[in-house]
């Protein structure tokens, strides 16, 4: 049975992964002495006040302009339900739902309606990894095999090498989306993790970048194995309670258990039609397993843009934000990657990008019926979520409209500003699907 966590209500450079900053590294049973600069961070009992001089954001932006443009996407059902979270320098700016969570039982989307994160889930993996190697539970360095004796790649001096590092910034060598297609029907993670055997690689570890679900869950074994403790359990213990996540959980009973919860739609002849969510990739917890509202999404984007050192200390951001692989990829991708990106890179899990000269901390995520986004811009404590419950890639086009309006940049405009028609896009983009042809069931990259 699928494990139920719920909280209780109360300019940079890119390179390969041969070593990570110091400040990264940690102490654990067998590991190396850590260098002479390193010491690990006192701990905070409270949260401190937070004395910040982040960069402006423009003038003239405007948040109900912002909520305005959400709520043409959901009229006339052009998406059923969608929420948004904007927070600037340590507050929350904006925090509302549009639209309903069911065509056939309409009932409004709100602050606290929860949605599936898909791949945005991710970014908790990792960041939980990085909580974990700050006291002193793990390495970044470790390899793999220390924790999963049993861990083998198609080559024996990749699968000696491959740290936990690696697994987490999606350089394990693998080809992307591996053992997707498999996932997708349903075999056992057990048996996938086994499958990796038989994998032929694209490069040794920390080489090359290769978007992975399966090889990126293998974290949750390292949790368990360095700490004794469930994934998921750790996740609410660290990240979800510590940072007031009241309405997120882990897994498909934790979605469903929600007061109130997003349900996934696809297309169909008449419209959108209601389904009910797939249990696919909740079995990757790490990969695509948390779920959250838009009440939650507001205090992560707090805590990532630094104002919950209580719990996210400054240096720990540091590290989750480095890129470590090149995904020159990801300046392609798109329309308004090819317009705004300069460079492009995976760090923990999240992308990072040079957006007009401006780093942008990004990550997106789908499964059948649900979509996300997260954007950040770090350096002027401006951050951004949307959920929403469908597979159109409409939304998409509002994280570079947000971002641009932030910005002060004009020019481009990703989605029509009509307010009565918004369906024209400059393009139709989302973050990536997983290996299936059938895209409604499959992660993102």
Request: charged share 15%.
């Amino acid at each position: 049975m699928t494990e139920v966590l719920r909280p209780r209500r109360h300019t940079w450079r890119v390179g390969a992964l041969a070593f990570l900053l110091p400040v990264a590294l940690g102490t654990g049973a067998g590991a190396q002495t850590p260098p002479a600069a390193w010491a690990p961070s006192a701990p905070v009992a409270a949260a401190p006040q937070v004395v910040r001089n982040p960069l402006p954001i423009a003038a003239d932006f405007n948040v109900a302009q912002i909520e305005s443009l959400a709520q043409t996407l959901v009229a006339n059902q052009k998406v059923p339900g969608l929420a948004m979270a904007i927070v600037h320098k340590g507050r929350v700016v904006s925090v509302r739902g549009f639209g309903i969570t069911d065509v056939s039982a309409a009932e409004p989307v709100d602050a606290h309606t929860v949605f599936r994160l898909a791949s945005l889930s991710k970014a908790f993996a990792g960041t939980l990894t990085g909580l974990l190697v700050n006291d002193g539970s793990l390495r970044w360095d470790n390899k793999v095999t220390q924790y999963l004796p049993n861990f083998q790649l198609s080559d024996p001096n990749a699968t000696r090498n491959v740290t936990v590092a690696n697994v987490v910034s999606q350089s394990t060598g693998l080809p992307r989306n591996s053992l997707d297609r498999d996932l997708e029907a349903y075999t056992p993670y057990s048996t996938l993790t086994h499958r990796l055997a038989n994998v032929p690689l694209s490069c040794q570890p920390g080489t090359c970048y290769g978007y992975q679900n399966v090889a990126f869950s293998l974290i949750g074994d390292v949790v368990f194995a360095a700490t004794g403790k469930f994934y998921g359990q750790e996740v609410q213990r660290r990240i979800l309670k510590p940072l007031g996540m009241n309405d997120a959980s882990v897994g498909m009973e934790g979605l469903e258990a929600s007061p109130r919860w997003a349900h996934p739609h696809v297309h169909g002849r008449g419209g959108w039609v209601p389904v009910m969510p797939k249990s696919t990739y909740y079995p990757v917890l790490p990969a695509a397993g948390v779920n959250a509202s838009a009440t939650d999404m507001a205090q992560w984007l707090l805590a990532h843009t630094g104002y919950r050192p209580d719990v996210l200390s400054p240096s720990l951001l540091a590290t989750l934000h480095q890129p470590l692989v090149n995904t020159p990829g990801e300046t392609r991708a798109s329309a308004w990657r090819r317009e705004r990106l300069s460079s492009a890179g995976y760090a923990i899990g999240w992308r990072v990008y040079n957006y007009a000269g401006n780093t942008l901390v990004f990550h997106g995520g789908a499964v059948q019926g649900y979509r996300g986004a997260v954007a950040m811009l770090p350096d002027r404590d401006f951050g951004v979520a949307l959920l929403w419950n469908s597979e159109s890639s409409l939304p998409s086009a509002l994280v570079p409209t947000i971002l641009d309006r932030a910005l002060g940049i004009p020019g481009s405009r990703w989605m029509k500003e009509d307010f009565d028609e918004p369906t024209q896009f400059v393009n139709n983009d989302e973050d990536g699907a997983g290996a299936s042809a059938n895209k409604s069931t499959a992660a993102p990259h």
